[in-house]
């Protein structure tokens, strides 16, 4: 059990097993400080987590001292010159936080992806961007809870949209050492602005991988730097994987350094 063991409160993902949410948030509730709450489809059929088991997962968190984060949908375009298709996604993620919003979280995640057209349009692509978060501040969403991630391209486009619109950051260093960026830099700059954290090994063919593929030196020192956050104590740090071996080899891995 990992729970209580770190200066940060560590969690992972509601999908460790191949189940819905409260199956996994019964199995991690004693093994780990926090999960992360994936919410991440945008089909307006699909069903997300109603009034009782958004209660149930309020019962847990009380009873356990379980926090949450909540990822919102993934494969948005917030950015999209498409009006029809922005607008389409901002109402998806809006959706998902008017079904998670009673729950409280300490952070959601939210994803600011480039667009599949050729070639990238950057002003076009901020100025797009920058409408949709000014539509999701009027539809409740709290900046300062909601940290843009750091995705698998230079976050450096992304900066001025938060300096903008107040909304923080979601460090995902596993992005960062996966794609081979700056880790330094990356530290420096939106570590002290990061409301929640992901992170995640990696191989030759692809990321999202337990713990024990990051070389132990790096993994050191990158928790040191976590543990010197301002708010280290309310920091979320979900070790993004999915699935049982992912989790048991990475809890394994901290445990060995904690």
Same mark, same amino acid.
């Given at each position: 059990?990992?729970?209580?063991?770190? !200066?940060?409160?560590?969690?992972?993902?509601?999908?460790?097993?191949?189940?819905? #949410?409260? !199956?996994?948030?019964?199995?991690?509730?004693?093994?780990?400080?926090?999960?992360?709450?994936?919410?991440?489809? @945008?089909?307006?059929?699909?069903?997300?987590?109603?009034?009782?088991?958004?209660?149930?997962?309020?019962?847990?968190?009380?009873?356990?001292?379980?926090?949450?984060?909540?990822?919102?949908? /993934?494969?948005?375009?917030?950015?999209?010159?498409?009006?029809?298709?922005?607008?389409?996604?901002?109402?998806?993620?809006?959706?998902?936080?008017?079904?998670?919003?009673?729950?409280?979280? #300490?952070?959601?995640?939210?994803?600011?992806?480039?667009?599949?057209?050729? !070639?990238?349009?950057?002003?076009?692509?901020?100025?797009?961007?920058?409408?949709?978060?000014?539509?999701?501040?009027?539809?409740?969403?709290?900046?300062?809870?909601?940290?843009?991630?750091?995705?698998?391209?230079?976050?450096?486009? @992304?900066?001025?949209?938060?300096?903008?619109?107040?909304?923080? /950051?979601?460090?995902?260093?596993?992005?960062?050492?996966?794609?081979? +960026?700056?880790?330094?830099?990356?530290?420096?700059? +939106?570590?002290?602005?990061?409301?929640? #954290?992901?992170?995640?090994?990696?191989?030759?063919?692809?990321?999202?991988?337990?713990?024990?593929?990051?070389?132990?030196?790096?993994?050191?020192?990158?928790?040191?730097?976590?543990?010197?956050? !301002?708010?280290?104590?309310?920091?979320?740090?979900?070790?993004?994987?999915?699935?049982?071996?992912?989790?048991?080899?990475?809890?394994?891995?901290?445990?060995?350094?904690?």
């Amino acid at each position: 059990m990992m729970k209580g063991r770190f !200066p940060f409160r560590l969690g992972t993902t509601s999908f460790i097993l191949r189940d819905d #949410i409260l !199956p996994n948030v019964h199995y991690l509730k004693d093994r780990v400080d926090h999960v992360e709450l994936l919410v991440f489809e @945008t089909d307006a059929s699909y069903p997300y987590p109603n009034r009782e088991t958004v209660a149930e997962l309020q019962a847990i968190g009380a009873e356990h001292e379980t926090t949450y984060t909540v990822h919102l949908p /993934i494969g948005i375009k917030l950015g999209s010159s498409d009006e029809k298709r922005r607008r389409k996604d901002v109402d998806a993620v809006l959706r998902a936080y008017e079904a998670m919003r009673a729950l409280s979280p #300490i952070a959601w995640d939210l994803h600011l992806e480039r667009n599949d057209n050729r !070639p990238h349009d950057g002003l076009a692509w901020q100025a797009a961007c920058l409408k949709s978060l000014d539509e999701l501040k009027a539809g409740g969403l709290d900046p300062a809870q909601t940290g843009i991630e750091t995705l698998e391209f230079d976050f450096t486009e @992304t900066v001025p949209l938060l300096d903008a619109t107040g909304f923080a /950051i979601t460090l995902d260093i596993g992005h960062v050492w996966y794609r081979d +960026y700056d880790e330094a830099k990356y530290l420096e700059l +939106y570590l002290p602005r990061a409301v929640s #954290i992901h992170l995640h090994g990696f191989n030759q063919e692809r990321d999202h991988k337990g713990l024990q593929h990051v070389p132990r030196p790096r993994l050191e020192r990158f928790l040191d730097a976590v543990a010197k956050h !301002p708010q280290a104590s309310k920091l979320p740090v979900s070790v993004e994987v999915f699935d049982p071996d992912s989790f048991n080899q990475s809890m394994e891995t901290l445990n060995e350094i904690a």
